[in-house]
């Protein structure tokens, strides 16, 4: 009996040793220190490369920003649209919303090669893509945040989910609104973020239909964006046009003034100031710069706490655009 009793006490503690590391696995959260010891140059390195980007092309920066939005609404914040299609390996890049579209992963390439030498093998490209998103923000002028890390990065991509996750510029209010609840993103988020195009340019194709079939727009705006954009499909897609008219290398408040007037570029812009339940947030970012900044990074620190690999999940890759061997 006195043998059975020590063999079931060293099984109960064997089990709760067990269970206790399968905790702390499970409920590693992301903090603004995780690389405060293992790679306290992370910062630097990362902003060094985003402000030469940035100078070089100013609109490199909502290009970053993008890329971090369309990650984390496809399996979480976990750097699976950096990587590359192979014969065995279809990833997100080619997805509709992605397709010709997404760029910047030359930028986070260089950031991914300084980082490592500083700091070989510790930082993820997950976090690299979220401390390039916000440094892109702040050297346009925008709103300042401590980033919170210790993401992993995944070995899978989902294909469908950048199909189906990622608000199209067509969406209707509705539509948007239910697209971020999936993602734990409330409506007054989603209208703080979508704030993110008061930077960057914006393709033909993602707003032809409505400058050309929509009624709430300006009809002089329309007819400007025409001139670079032809009616027929096929002819000018790729032609850009900014997203804000008025300071489109500027992070600011204008984006939502231009809403107001009715000069939305994309059909889903002009949806949150279309007498719909998000018109006084617009008009209150129109009056607040301060208010939009501060809802901003409120939404971004939340968007980025979207289904993050921590612990032991995923891995740290050695190349953004593949999985390790």
Known sequence: MAW??????????ITVIFLLTLTGVSSAKLSTSFYSKSCPGVYDAVKLVMKAAIAKEKRMGASILRLFFHDCFVQGC???????????FKGEKTAAPNNGSVRGFEVIDAIKSAVDKVCPGVVSCADILAIAARDGVVILGGPNWDVKVGRRDSTTASFNGANNNIPPPTSGLANLTSLFAAQGLSQKDMVALSGAHTIGLARCTTFRAHIYNDTDIDAAFAWTRQCDCPRKSGSGDNNLAPLDLLTPTIFGNDYYQNLVWKKGLLHSDQELFNGGATDAQVLWYVISQSSFFADFVTGMIKMGDITPLTGSSGQIRKNCRQVNN
Do not use: H, N, W, Y
Not at 5 to 11: E, I, L, P, T
Not at 78 to 88: E, K
């Open 4 to 13: 059975a009793s020590g063999a079931v006490r060293r099984s109960s503690i």
């Open 78 to 88: 976990d750097a699976s649209l950096l990587l590359d299609d192979t014969p065995s």
